[in-house]
């Protein structure tokens, strides 16, 4: 019996010296992973340390532009450090797009998205990131497209300009290019409504204006902050507001959907998207500055008396609009055949 008593106690004391050594060896990394989860927790907490850089892909002066430094302007007093504007303009929005795809997912660059982070990939021929390389953070606001068309036109609203185009060869339909917001348009009016266009793309919105003030082409579509001094001075006649509301610094023009177009639903809109794998509360931390700056007073009569609509929200809010639009413009991109040229 002792010696079997022995025998169990010289067991259990190298039973537990094994263990303890084996806790011993293993703590450092126990103690890692602990620090390890905790890490993403401290710094979301901690977040923002140092200057904010917030890339437009367009170039400066745009709806998107003025809704990416309206959002910066409003989120730097929130935050307490600097949100930085990154103009970085080409190729359809996909060179800034690209950039911010492969940035670091530290919450310290973002992306001023517009419809382009949707659209481009169904549209383009190769794309230098995939579409889960960004992920929606926060809406900042709209600017309603705008069908406008030369001050002498015949035609005084929508319904009058898609039957025109009906007769004869129909009308010719300025554009930004392959994909841009008023291509979509064009491609809802032939699909949704049979108008009968001619699309001529050009480089810019800009230039479609000048086309259709020039009596080059018989309309075109874009930003409302871009037409409305020419509607204002009277030099543009608008036809129809593409989106759900109407303008408020432009309120007698009524939408498509009041003419009977309920279809007709584009806007150049704004948002704020984040590399993949950015923690997901400095995310909820920058939408929550965000929205806050587009509700603050002084920026909403800034921005209203331009055109643009300030929105704001919550994240999950604008997750599902970006949903909606992908499903949408999805499937204007399928029943037009929209391709890259």
Avoid: C
Avoid at 1 to 13: D, E, G, Y
Avoid at 39 to 61: C, H, K, M, N, Y
Wanted: proline share 7%; net charge positive; glycine share 10%.
């Amino acid at each position: 019996m002792i010696f079997r008593s022995r025998k169990l106690f010289a067991r259990f004391s190298l039973t537990r010296s094994l263990t303890r050594s084996l806790t011993l060896s293993l703590a450092p990394s126990l103690a890692l992973g602990v620090a390890t989860l905790a890490a993403p927790s401290a710094q979301a907490q901690e977040w923002p340390t140092r200057p904010i850089r917030l890339v437009v892909p367009f170039s400066a002066g745009g709806a998107n532009d003025l809704l990416g430094r309206a959002a910066a302007e409003g989120a730097t007093k929130v935050l307490g450090q600097p949100v930085v504007i990154d103009n970085r303009p080409g190729a359809g929005a996909v060179l800034g797009a690209d950039i911010v795809a492969h940035a670091a997912p530290d919450g310290y660059t973002f992306l001023v998205s517009a419809a382009g982070v949707v659209s481009n990939s169904m549209i383009k021929k190769s794309m230098p990131y995939k579409d889960n390389q960004l992920v929606p953070v926060a809406m900042i606001g709209l600017a309603p497209s705008v069908i406008v068309v030369p001050a002498n036109a015949p035609y005084k609203d929508l319904p009058a300009f898609i039957a025109a185009s009906k007769q004869g060869a129909g009308l010719h339909f300025a554009t930004a290019g392959t994909g841009s917001t008023p291509h979509f348009v064009e491609g809802l009016l032939a699909t949704k409504y049979g108008a009968k266009l001619d699309v001529v793309p050009y480089k810019s919105g800009a230039e479609s204006i000048t086309a259709v003030l020039g009596a080059f082409v018989e309309a075109t579509s874009e930003a409302s902050i871009v037409v409305l001094p020419h509607l204002k001075s009277g030099k543009l006649h608008g036809l129809a507001d593409t989106w759900t509301t109407r303008i408020s610094a432009y309120p007698d023009l009524k939408t498509a959907a009041e003419q009977g177009f309920p279809e007709i639903r584009i806007a150049h809109w704004a948002g704020v998207h984040a590399p993949a794998g950015t923690p997901r509360a400095i995310m909820d931390k920058m939408a929550a500055a965000v929205d806050k700056a587009m509700k603050d007073p002084a920026a909403i009569e800034r921005l209203k008396n331009v055109g643009i609509e300030p929105i704001g929200g919550n994240r999950a809010s604008f997750v599902k609009f970006v949903d909606e639009e992908r499903a949408r413009l999805g499937g204007v991109v399928k029943s037009t055949g929209m391709k890259e040229d």
